[in-house]
């Protein structure tokens, strides 16, 4: 069983949809978990990090359930710039990341 | 936020030869850098952990002699594909824990490497 999984996707969505991406974690004992960005042929970006009580920035909001062991990202007004990887990762031990696999997202016009 | 840089950003080279990388923190001090590697529409693939002034952790089924890495200093840490092949072909990436107490990792823009 892999320490953190998504769903692939593809994710097709029209601009302005608001979609959803959860992540699930296996590992109780993780501190820490981010949600990144990841565009076609480039390096990760840190999108969020997590937060217990859940936090927001502009359109995206991540939340944190320790109890389900799953994390969300909820994207609002989806613009076409939106269109990427998006991997959930996981910090254990302070030092030991745990990546998805990634999910994919595509905004259309 | 933190900023790691890597260099070069692509890299042809000769079966057999060997290809140095560089992963460098330009404005924050990194004990504990992290090598990856992405192959086409994968997940990234940790290689090993490279620490400061110690030798690296090597993930299951990585050659720790075929993949070297050196952090000999807090701001540079290196990965050198020996020998390479046309299988090592892909796109390696480095990252370093931030100078934050939260944790974050920042990456550095990759390398891809091919071999002919």
């Known amino acids: 069983r892999k320490e953190v999984e998504q769903d692939p996707g593809p994710f097709n969505v029209p601009e302005g949809a608001t979609v959803a991406f959860n992540c699930t974690y296996s590992?109780?004992?993780?501190?820490?978990f981010f949600w990144y960005r990841q565009d076609c042929r480039k390096e990760p970006k840190l999108l969020m990090s997590?937060?217990?009580s859940g936090n927001e920035d502009g359109r995206f909001t991540a939340q944190l359930n320790r109890a389900s062991q799953y994390i969300s990202l909820l994207i609002r007004d989806s613009k076409l710039s939106d269109s990427a990887t998006y991997l959930c990762?996981?910090?254990?031990?302070?030092?030991?990341?745990?990546f998805g696999s990634g999910t994919k997202l595509n905004v259309k016009p | 936020g933190a900023v790691v840089s890597q260099h070069p950003s692509r890299v042809i080279c000769k079966s057999g030869t060997s290809v140095k990388i560089e992963c460098r923190s330009l404005?924050?001090?990194?004990?504990?850098m992290f090598w990856y590697r992405q192959f086409p529409k994968q997940s990234l693939m940790l290689m090993a952990t490279?620490?400061?002034?110690?030798?690296?952790?090597?993930e299951q089924g990585v050659e720790k002699d075929k993949f070297l890495i050196n952090h000999a200093s807090l701001t540079l840490s290196t990965l050198t594909v020996t020998s390479a092949h046309p299988e090592d072909s892909s796109f390696y990436i480095c990252?370093?824990?931030?100078?934050?107490?939260?944790?974050?990792?920042?990456f550095g823009e990759g390398s891809r490497l091919t071999v002919l």
């Open positions: 990252s370093a824990k931030g100078p934050l107490s939260t944790g974050e990792l920042f």
């Open positions: 590992n109780s004992a993780s501190q820490s």
């Open positions: 997590v937060y217990s």
């Open positions: 990762v996981a910090l254990y031990n302070f030092n030991k990341f745990y």
């Open positions: 404005d924050f001090q990194a004990t504990t």
């Open positions: 490279s620490n400061e002034g110690s030798k690296a952790t090597y």
